[in-house]
């Protein structure tokens, strides 16, 4: 039986009654839907086509009546189908750098928000990212020490950012959802909880997405939107 998938967002929303409304407020104002056209028309090389989509996108941000913290972790997604456009039309510098955006733009919303904990993994995302980006370029050095960084995020002996001045590790995350109440089997059972719980799974799923970083030239970067695209 396939293991039951949810996003992050489903679990902020058992985080508490404040972050419920919080994640309600975010579906109600940003337009996720029109990030990832975006993403699938740069996927099929339809470029004009997907700029369009995604500068709507980043309008429909500018001009919602919601909190600051909903309309950054917006930007996390624009920020980031903006690298993968880059990416695809060989600008690599400027992929890497929508990449860091991507990440600042979440590292500010969980600022004001900290029960917005579960979307800093895109810290080690962002490194999986950019690795991708030098292996294109054949720059095997930047991108072995990407990857090391990553494994050392996910092992907890690097923290994944400081914010306020304060280390925020993996630990950090996994606490964050072993506090979670009344979750039914489905949520326990899920492939987020397992990444928690089960050791074992949770370096089989991490050593994969690191091994995949070495495919040979020519691959096409296994690009996706993480929990908003779920």
């Not at 949810?6 to 996720?32: G, M, T, Y």
Request: charged share 25%; proline share 4%; net charge neutral.
């Amino acid at each position: 039986m396939a293991t039951p998938e949810f996003d992050e967002f489903h679990f902020i929303r058992k985080h508490s009654p404040e972050a419920n409304l919080w994640v309600e407020e975010f579906r109600r104002a940003i337009p996720q839907e029109r990030s990832t056209r975006a993403l699938r028309f740069f996927q099929n090389g339809r470029f004009e086509e997907g700029l369009r989509e995604l500068r709507g996108y980043r309008k429909c941000i500018g001009s919602a009546c919601a909190a600051a913290s909903v309309k950054l972790l917006g930007l996390r997604w624009y920020h980031s189908v903006l690298a993968y456009y880059f990416y695809c039309t060989g600008r690599y510098q400027r992929a890497t750098e929508e990449m860091g955006r991507a990440e600042q733009t979440v590292r500010n919303a969980v600022e004001l928000c900290p029960f917005l904990l579960p979307m800093l993994s895109i810290c080690e995302e962002s490194l999986i990212q950019k690795a991708r980006i030098e292996r294109k370029q054949n720059r095997w050095s930047e991108m072995k020490q990407y990857l090391a960084t990553a494994e050392l995020m996910d092992l907890d002996e690097e923290p994944l950012c400081y914010l306020n001045q304060r280390p925020v590790r993996q630990r950090d995350i996994d606490a964050y959802f072993l506090n979670l109440r009344d979750l039914n089997e489905e949520e326990s059972s899920s492939s987020t909880m397992r990444m928690v719980l089960d050791a074992g799974y949770r370096r089989q799923k991490i050593s994969a997405t690191l091994a995949s970083v070495y495919l040979v030239p020519g691959f096409v970067i296994p690009y996706g939107l993480g929990p908003a695209n779920a």
